[in-house]
């Protein structure tokens, strides 16, 4: 790269539902707690906002609760596969206004 280049675009990071993610939390005082799980959102309880992950892993009967990790004691996230974000869908107001504007 010479100096008279721009420098490359680097695409943005963003948490997306639908992506498998690994959150290391908060847990028991010498271990945190690790949830493998499909991102789906936050969740707001109470005044305090959480993350809400599908579980893919662990024992047989957590597989595909929802498990609530506060924001507060979210340490670390791992995107290890990220999802597509849908884009907006806006009705076509082409064909609502033609009509109206001549």
Not at 18 to 27: D, N, T
Not at 62 to 91: C, Q, S, Y
Request: zero cysteines; charged letters at 25%; hydrophobic letters at 35%.
């Amino acid at each position: 790269m010479s100096p008279n280049e721009p420098p490359a675009k680097k695409t943005a990071i963003s948490l997306t539902p639908g992506s498998k993610v690994r959150v290391h939390s908060a847990g028991s005082r010498d271990q945190p707690m690790v949830t493998d799980g499909l991102f789906r959102g936050l969740v707001s309880v109470g005044g305090d906002n959480s993350i809400a992950l599908e579980m893919e892993s662990g024992d047989k009967d957590d597989k595909g609760k929802v498990r609530l990790v506060p924001l507060n004691a979210v340490m670390a996230i791992d995107i290890l596969v990220a999802a597509k974000a849908e884009e907006e869908k806006r009705p076509d107001s082409s064909n609502a206004a033609a009509g109206y504007f001549r």
